[in-house]
C-alpha cells in the first residue's frame, strides 16, 4: 500500500500524474495519488487535465506559499498509507516500472528506499546547462555509489515509512538545502536506507544564475544549522574540505585569492560551458564568508 505524495509549485504536474496512473494500474497493491499546491500563481491544480481514473487522486492547496518541506508534512498527515513515495512535480519516472519497481522492496526490512535521480543525456539551452551538468556529474549516481553514504538522500524521489518521515522531516522551516537536515536525522535513528536503481528524470531546471543564487542560499542555511546542530559539520564535501584547510591553517589566505578571483569564477559558472570546479570555489568562498558573518 502506496501513497505517492506529490508537492507542486507552479509546474505542470499533469504528464506525471498520468504515468503515475497508467503504472498503477497494473500494480498488485493499493495506490493512492495526493497533490498539493503550494500557492502556485501559474499552472493550477483546477487548470489541468488530470486523468479521470479509478486511482484515487486527491488534491489540495495551501493558501499561502509554505516551502516544499511543510507542505510535505501536510501530504503525509492527509496519507491514507503507511508507506510515502515522495515525488517532485518536475519529475518523471524512466521505465515502466516505475511503481512496480518500488513494489519489490516495500515488504522488505527498508525504513527508506531512495531511487535515484537521473538527467537526459542531451544538454540543454546554455542557460540551463550548469543544473544539468551540476546533476549529471553530482546527483545522477548508481545505487552502489549512493550506498556507500546510505543517509545523503535525494527527497525528490523517496519512499519512506510514514511514521519515520514525520519524526524526521524539518516541517517548520523553509529554505533551500534541507535534506540534510532529514539525512541527520535518519543516521541518529539508524534508519534502514535501501539505495535502488528505479530514478526519475529531473526535468525543471533552473537558470544557471538562478541555480548559483539557491546553491548558496543554501549554504547560509546550513551554517544556521551548523550552530544548533555540530553533528551536521562534517556531513558534506564542501565541510570537509573547509574542515581539512582550517586544520592546516590556509582558510585566511584562501578566503583572500577566492575573493579576489570571484568575478572571474562567477562568469566561469554561468558561462554557456559552465565550470563546476568554478562552482564549487564560489561555493567554499561563501561558505568560509557565512561562517565568518553568520
Not at 538522500?153 to 515509512?161: A, T
Not at 555540530?230 to 582558510?251: C, D, M, N
Request: with cysteine; charged share 20%.
Amino acid at each position: 500500500m502506496l501513497s505517492i505524495c506529490i508537492p507542486t509549485y507552479n509546474y505542470d504536474v499533469s504528464v506525471l500524474v498520468q504515468t503515475l496512473v497508467t503504472q498503477a494500474l497494473g500494480v498488485s497493491y493499493p495506490i493512492e495519488i495526493q497533490i498539493r499546491d503550494d500557492a502556485s500563481t501559474q499552472h493550477l491544480l483546477s487548470e489541468l487535465r488530470l486523468p479521470a481514473t479509478s486511482i484515487p487522486i486527491t488534491t489540495a492547496h495551501n493558501t499561502s506559499n509554505l516551502g516544499r518541506t511543510a507542505t510535505r508534512a501536510l501530504l503525509a498527515e492527509d496519507a491514507q498509507y503507511a508507506n510515502l513515495l515522495f515525488l517532485d512535480s518536475d519529475t518523471l519516472p524512466k521505465t515502466p516500472n516505475f511503481l512496480e519497481n518500488f513494489a519489490r522492496y516495500l515488504n522488505e526490512d527498508c525504513d527508506v528506499i531512495a531511487g535515484g535521480i537521473a538527467y537526459v543525456e542531451t544538454a540543454p539551452e546554455p542557460s540551463l546547462r550548469l543544473r544539468w551538468l551540476y546533476g549529471n556529474k553530482r546527483e545522477a549516481r548508481p545505487p552502489e555509489q549512493r550506498q556507500k553514504h546510505p543517509y545523503l538522500v535525494v527527497s525528490g524521489n523517496l519512499c519512506i515509512k510514514k511514521s519515520l518521515f514525520q519524526a524526521c522531516n524539518p516541517k517548520d522551516q523553509k529554505g533551500y538545502g534541507l535534506d540534510n537536515i532529514m539525512a541527520l536525522q535518519l543516521e541518529q535513528r539508524q534508519a534502514h536506507v535501501c539505495h535502488i536503481d528505479n530514478p526519475v528524470y529531473h526535468l525543471g531546471l533552473e537558470t544557471n544564475a538562478v541555480f548559483l543564487e539557491k546553491a548558496l542560499a543554501a549554504i547560509d542555511q546550513l551554517v544556521a544549522h551548523e550552530k544548533s546542530k555540530p553533528e551536521l559539520l562534517q556531513k558534506t564535501r564542501l565541510q570537509l574540505r573547509y574542515q581539512q584547510f582550517k586544520q592546516w591553517g590556509l582558510i585566511p589566505i584562501i578566503y583572500g585569492c577566492l575573493t579576489l578571483l570571484r568575478d572571474r569564477l562567477k562568469k566561469r559558472a554561468l558561462s554557456d560551458t559552465p565550470s563546476l570546479s568554478a562552482f564549487d570555489l564560489i561555493r567554499l568562498h561563501h561558505y568560509i564568508k557565512s561562517k565568518r558573518h553568520g
